[in-house]
C-alpha cells in the first residue's frame, strides 16, 4: 500500500513537475502564407515575417526600435570618403546544413542579389555596390559608386540577408540560413515549422520550436485565439475585436506602430487622374479620421504624405490635404471631371475593404462615381501592381523608409517627376544626418505637393498575445515576427 | 386548412411590399455613411440600430430584400423560360432523340453542387447581381424541365389529347393549348420552391463577395461583414439572418399552400 502511495506521489510530482515546466513551444498566427520562404527572391511581406532574423540574417539587422545593430557583422569600418565598407563577420557562424558562414558566402550573397538577372525584389539597395572583395574568410569589403548615407540600413533589410551558394537553389521550399530556427517542414496551406537551431553563433533564443499558422478569415483568426490554438497574432487582422481581448486577461493586446503607410493609391498615368486638380479633389474629399474610426475602429494615425510619422524627419502635412468637400467639388468642376465614374480596386484587408467602402461613399458625396472591385491578393498583384490596370486603390506599404517608390516611374501608380528623381538621388548620396532630414522633408512635401496619392493613416500593429508571453515587437520597423527574445513567464 | 398559405402568403407579401417600398422610401439614405454614429441600438430614429459604418440598418434591411428578390425572381424566371420549354419537348418527343438529349443534359447540370457551380461562374465572370442571377438561373432549369416532363407525360396519354391529335392538332399547339395550362399549377409551387432556393443561394453568394457589390446591402454580405462583431454587436447578424430565414419560411409555406390549394386530387383526398 505504502508503495503504491508513494509511486501514486511520484506521478503526481511529475505531472507537476511537467505542468510547471517552461513552455518552448509558440505558435505565431499570420493573414497571408508567404508565396516562397527565400527572402532574397520574392517581394511578399510573408516571407520575411516567418524567416527575418528567424531563419535568415544579414550583415546587419533592424532592432525593435528600428535602429540598425550589428548581425553576421561583428563590427565594421568605413573608409574617410564613404565609399568603403569593410565588414568583420562573426567567428564561428554555420548554416542550419553544418557548412561554415564566411566571407565568401557574403561576397556570393551580395553579388547574386546586384547581378543583372536578379529576381531580388529589393534591387535598389545593391544598387551602388560596385565591387565586393574577400579580404579574408572573415573580412569583407564593399566598395560602394558613391557614398550611400543608408547603405547599413540597406543591408539590415530581409532581401540583404547572407544565404550560402550550395544551399540557395532550394531557399524558396526549404531555407537554409545562419539564423538561430531552422526549417523544419511547411504543410501549403497551414502552417510553417521551425525548430531551434543547436549549433547557432549566438546567445540562443528561449523557444525550442515556432510554428507560423496561416489563418486569413478574421472570423477564424479570432476563433483560433480564443481557443488557445494560436499563442500570439502579431498583426490581428480585426480591430473591432482588440477591446474584447484587452478585457479578458488570459490575453495582452500590443498596440504599436508599422511602417505601412496606407494611401489611396493613384493611377498618375490614367486619363482623368493624370491631372492634378482631380487627385487634389480626391485629396480632399477624403475624411481620414473616418477611415481611421470606420475601418481600424481607431487604430491608425492620420498622414499627410508618404512617410511614417514616428520618424524623427516626418512632416505633418495632413493639413494641406484636409477633408474640404466644397474645394473638391470645385477643384472637379475647374477639371471638367464632375460625375467622372473611377475604378476602385480592393484587396483582401480590412483596411481596404472597409476603407474602400467609406472612401467610396466620400468620394460620391463630392460628385464622382466610383465602382468597386474586390480582389484577392494574386489578382491585385498581377493587375494592379504589375498590370497597372487600374483608377484606384488601397493598399499598405510596409517597407520601412521607402519613399523612393516615388522615384520610380514605372511603379504602379507610375508618378514621373524628374525633380523628385534627382532629390532621391541626392538623398542617396548624402551621409550627413541633418541634411538628409532636410532632402526627407522636401522629398515628403514635393509629392504632398503633387498630391501623387491620397495618404490616408500609418498602419497601427495590433496585436495579439497570451497574456504570459513576453519580448514580441511591439512596433514593427520591419516585417518580421522575430522570435530570438520572445518566450513564456509562466 | 389554409393556414400555411395564409402565413407564407403575409411574410411573402411584407417583404415584398418592403421591397417594393425600398423604391420610393427608405427611413434613411443606406449609403449615406455616419461613422461618428456606428454600432448605436435600436431608436426612434434609427429603428433597428446602425452597422459598423454607421448605416440604417432598417434601410439596409429592405433595399436587399429588393436585391435577394430580384435575384431569386429573375433567376426562376431564366430557369422557367428556358426549363419549361425543353420539359415540353422532352414530353411530346418522349422516348426519342430530343428526350434523351434534354433529360441526359438535365442530369449533367444536376450532377454538379449548385452553389459550388454558381461561385464558378460569378468567379470567372466577376461578381455581380447578373452573373448571380445566370449562375442561379442555369441551376433552375433542369428543375423545371424535369417537373414539365413529368407532368406532361401523364397528360399526353390522357383522351382528350388524343382528340386533340385526332382533331390534327400539332405537336406544339397540343403543348400550349392543353399541357401547358394543366400543368400550371404544379409550375407555380415549383417557382415558389425555387424562388426560396434563389433567395438562399444569392445570400451564399453575397456571403463570399460575389452577389450585389457594395454599395449595394444585400443580406448575405451584411451577415459576413458583421461576424467579427457578433460578440460585441450581435443585432448586426441577427437582423439579416433573421430576414433570410423569415423570407425563405414564408416561401415554403406558402409553395405549400399553393400545392394543397391548388392540386384539385390532394383537396379530393381531404374531402
Known sequence: ?490 | MRRNLVLGGTLTALFALLALLSFVWTPHDVTALDIGGKLAPSSAEHWLGTDHFGRDMASMLMVGARISIAVALAAVGFGMALGVPLGLLAAARRGGLVDEVVMRGNDLVFAFPSLVIAILITAVFGPSVWNAILAIGIFNTPVFARVTRGAALSLWTLDYILAARVAGKGMLRISAEHILPNIANLLVVQATIQFAVGIIIEAGLSYVGLGAQPPTPSWGRMLAESQTMISFAPTLALYPGLAIVTMVLGLNLLGDGLRDALDPRMQRVRA
Open chain 1, 1 to 490: 500500500m505504502l508503495t503504491r502511495l508513494t509511486s501514486a506521489a511520484a506521478v503526481l510530482a511529475l505531472c507537476a513537475g511537467g505542468a510547471f515546466a517552461q513552455q518552448t513551444d509558440i505558435t505565431i498566427g499570420m493573414v497571408l502564407e508567404p508565396p516562397n520562404l527565400d527572402p532574397t527572391g520574392g517581394a511578399a511581406a510573408a516571407i520575411d515575417e516567418v524567416v527575418y532574423a528567424n531563419l535568415f540574417e544579414g550583415l546587419t539587422r533592424f532592432a525593435p526600435d528600428g535602429s540598425v545593430i550589428p548581425a553576421l557583422a561583428e563590427s565594421w569600418t568605413i573608409s574617410d570618403d564613404g565609399l568603403t565598407y569593410t565588414f568583420k563577420l562573426h567567428d564561428g557562424v554555420t548554416f542550419h546544413d553544418g557548412t561554415t558562414m564566411d566571407a565568401e558566402d557574403v561576397k556570393f550573397s551580395l553579388d547574386r542579389a546586384r547581378a543583372a538577372d536578379s529576381t531580388n525584389a529589393q534591387k535598389a539597395l545593391f544598387a551602388g555596390i560596385t565591387d565586393v572583395t574577400v579580404i579574408d574568410p572573415l573580412t569583407v569589403q564593399v566598395t560602394l559608386g558613391a557614398p550611400n548615407g543608408a547603405f547599413l540600413f540597406n543591408m539590415a533589410w530581409g532581401d540583404a540577408v547572407i544565404v550560402a551558394p550550395e544551399s540557395v537553389a532550394q531557399a524558396a521550399t526549404a531555407p537554409i540560413g545562419t539564423g538561430p530556427f531552422k526549417f523544419q517542414d511547411w504543410v501549403q496551406g497551414d502552417r510553417v515549422e521551425l525548430v531551434a537551431y543547436e549549433n547557432y553563433w549566438g546567445e540562443k533564443p528561449a523557444l525550442t520550436e515556432a510554428t507560423f499558422k496561416f489563418i486569413q478569415d478574421p472570423t477564424a483568426a479570432f476563433g483560433a485565439m480564443m481557443a488557445g490554438d494560436v499563442d500570439a497574432f502579431p498583426n490581428f487582422p480585426a480591430p473591432e475585436t482588440l477591446s474584447q481581448f484587452d478585457a479578458d486577461p488570459r490575453f495582452s493586446v500590443i498596440v504599436g506602430s508599422t511602417e505601412g503607410e496606407t494611401i489611396l493609391a493613384m493611377n498618375n498615368k490614367a486619363p482623368l487622374l493624370s491631372d492634378k486638380r482631380v487627385r487634389e479633389a480626391i485629396s480632399h474629399a477624403i475624411n481620414r479620421q473616418d477611415i481611421i474610426d470606420g475601418a481600424m475602429f481607431g487604430f491608425g494615425t492620420p498622414i499627410g504624405t508618404h512617410f511614417a510619422p514616428h520618424n524623427p524627419d516626418y512632416v505633418d502635412l495632413t493639413a494641406q490635404s484636409a477633408y474640404d468637400p466644397d474645394k473638391a467639388k470645385a477643384l472637379l468642376a475647374e477639371a471638367g471631371a464632375e460625375g467622372a465614374t473611377l475604378r476602385l480596386a480592393l484587396p483582401p484587408p480590412s483596411y481596404a475593404r472597409r476603407g474602400g467602402e467609406i472612401i467610396a461613399a466620400q468620394l460620391r458625396d463630392v460628385g464622382l462615381t466610383v465602382e468597386i472591385t474586390p480582389l484577392e491578393w494574386p489578382q491585385w498583384l498581377e493587375q494592379v501592381f504589375r498590370g497597372k490596370d487600374f483608377d484606384l486603390t488601397i493598399v499598405s506599404h510596409t517597407e520601412p523608409a521607402d519613399i523612393n517608390i516615388y522615384a520610380r516611374p514605372d511603379y504602379y501608380f507610375q508618378y514621373d517627376n524628374a525633380d523628385f528623381r534627382a532629390l532621391i538621388d541626392e538623398l542617396t548620396l548624402t551621409t550627413d544626418p541633418a541634411k538628409r532630414t532636410e532632402l526627407n522633408q522636401q522629398a515628403q512635401r514635393m509629392i504632398a505637393d503633387d498630391y501623387v496619392n491620397g495618404y490616408l493613416f500609418q498602419l497601427a500593429k495590433t496585436g495579439v498575445a497570451n497574456a504570459n508571453i513576453e519580448g514580441m515587437w511591439e512596433n514593427s520597423p520591419t516585417q518580421a515576427n522575430d522570435l530570438t527574445g520572445v518566450r513564456w513567464t509562466n
